[in-house]
């Protein structure tokens, strides 16, 4: 609105692979727009990513299409209560905002003892589904085992987030999904945001484990709406018998932008680039926080990498924070503390953002030194809407 330019660092929350109006899926996007974009019977497109979407993820064998994350999730917990003909979904991370997944925050954290979704209330959602999806803590093999002893024979299935910003304890996810079959639950991994980037075929196939079923949106698209469920034929062809329906899942738009993008992550080499990418951008971020003196690092995997500083007191950090993003924005830098990199990001842009991130980081230490980072505070705070239970 006001002509202000920004490096953009948000992604649309990881939507954006392979940068904003990226010439190549726009292109085939047009050209797909002039073709029509729904049409009354189903599109060869359709098989075409089903086939590419097997060939690609680990567990995909049949494929169920959304237009979102939120809904691909609340798809995936249909058929897994339809195929093992139980109710209770056992969950760690965001799944979106479904009723079904919602319906926790009756519930508590079982680490906090709050909702297990910070500041939101379950407004609108049934009390009845109280019960019927149930947080566990990531990382705590024993709280999950727990819960399938709590509830023995009624879990369908274990919908987690296998990573976030590191990479799990080695065999925490192959425990987990051998403690669900053993009790003859699903395992289901919500990749919307950690698919793509670290691998293609995502973080099962970066770690070599496969679920059951596969969650996948965001990246598949570079930002037009697309969504997926994945799965092994005998966890998803019962789903033939449930009423899982909407016309707008398989518009021939969604379905271009996906295959576009993903043939595009392979032809550019993607995984390659982004360990490039976010390794240059790790080490130009340690040597900002170096000369503003400040004590601390930049850490997290190479595909989302955030800025840690040590703090004399973390009741300081939200405002600390709230300052970094204030001052990267003052310089052109749209970022939160943590960066997530596109194909498009340049070695000039990393080098613009870590001198921003180098200027703003000073600032904070003068706030902190002087004890009154309020008066250089020209925002509100920034809070968290949530607290996702997934490292």
């Known amino acids: 609105m006001d002509e202000n330019e920004y490096i953009d660092w948000v992604s649309a929350v990881g939507a954006i692979i392979l940068g904003h109006a990226d010439e190549i899926v726009d292109t085939a996007v047009k050209a797909q727009i002039d073709r029509g974009s729904l049409y009354s019977l189903n599109s060869p497109l359709e098989i075409e ?43 760690c991370g965001y799944h979106g905002w479904h009723d079904w997944y919602q319906a926790a925050n009756y519930l508590v954290d079982p680490e906090s003892g709050e909702f297990p979704f910070a500041g939101i209330e379950p407004i609108g959602v049934p009390r009845a589904l109280a019960g019927t999806a149930i947080p566990f803590p990531y990382g705590n093999l024993q709280a999950l085992e727990a819960l399938f002893d709590e509830h023995h024979g009624q879990v369908a299935a274990v919908m987690m987030e296998p990573l976030r910003s590191e990479l799990p304890p080695e065999g925490y996810l192959e425990a987990v999904r051998d403690l669900a079959h053993r009790h003859g639950a699903l395992l289901i991994f919500d990749e919307v945001s950690s698919g793509w980037r670290l691998s293609i075929g995502g973080v099962q196939a970066y770690l070599g484990i496969t679920p059951d079923m596969t969650v996948v949106a965001k990246a598949m698209s570079n930002g037009y709406p697309m ?61 900002a926080i170096a000369d503003s003196g400040l004590q601390g690092a930049c850490t997290g995997l190479h595909t989302n990498p955030a800025i840690t500083l040590q703090l004399p007191d973390e009741s300081l950090r939200p405002k600390v924070n709230t300052l970094f993003v204030q001052e ?37 230490r003068k706030g902190l030194t002087s004890g009154d980072l309020d008066s250089l505070l020209e925002c509100d705070i920034k809070k968290e809407p949530f607290r996702r239970l997934v490292k």
């Open 49 to 91: 990513l089903a086939e590419l979407l097997a060939e690609t993820i680990p567990s995909a064998e049949m494929v169920r299409y959304s237009k979102g994350g939120g809904e691909a999730c609340a798809i995936a917990a249909r058929i897994a209560r339809g195929t093992t003909g139980r109710d209770i979904i056992l969950f």
């Open 227 to 287: 969504g997926a469920v994945v799965g092994s034929r005998d966890a998803m062809e019962p789903a033939k018998r449930m009423f899982i329906s909407s016309s707008y899942w398989s518009d021939n738009i969604g379905l271009a932008a996906s295959l576009t993008t993903i043939s595009e992550l392979y032809r550019r080499d993607s995984e390659q680039r982004f360990q490039e990418i976010g390794e240059a951008l790790r080490v130009a971020l340690n040597q």
């Open 328 to 364: 990267m924005a003052r310089r052109g830098i749209h970022s939160y503390t943590s960066f997530k990199p596109t194909l498009a990001h340049t070695e000039e842009d990393i080098r613009i953002t870590a001198q921003a991130a180098a200027e703003s980081l000073a600032i904070i």
